[in-house]
């Protein structure tokens, strides 16, 4: 069965820094583009950032570009959003996901994790 996993979410106060995980299991990693996004409460989900099978080409949204950095480890079927200067309005539940491309993310989901800041 697919399954993504995030980890690494937290309290975090203002102007600090969290890096999460994903996990997969059950595909196969390097065929996939995989992505990060985030939703907060009564706010739609939220596109943050991309990043295509072979790390090639990224993407970010202009919320978070030039804070937030997106890489992977296919070799341990793991992307990663190392997230710096982190805001209170970054509370929200990070989810990553796989997509078809850096732009299409149609695929499997995770459950998410939970990301706070506080001022």
């Known amino acids: 069965q697919v399954q993504l996993v995030e980890s690494g979410g937290g309290l975090v106060q203002a102007g600090g820094s969290l890096r999460l995980s994903c996990a997969a299991s059950g595909l196969t990693f390097n065929r996939y583009a995989m992505g990060w996004f985030r939703q907060a409460p009564g706010k739609e989900r939220e596109f943050l950032s991309a990043i295509s099978w072979n790390s090639v080409n990224t993407n970010y949204a202009g919320s978070v570009k030039g804070r937030f950095t997106i890489s992977r480890d296919n070799a341990k079927n793991t992307v990663y959003l190392q997230m710096n200067s982190l805001k209170p309005e970054d509370t929200a539940v990070y989810y990553c996901?796989?997509?078809?491309?850096?732009?299409?993310?149609?695929?499997?989901w995770g459950q998410g994790t939970q990301v706070t800041v506080s001022s």
């Open positions: 996901a796989a997509g078809d491309s850096i732009e299409i993310f149609n695929k499997y």
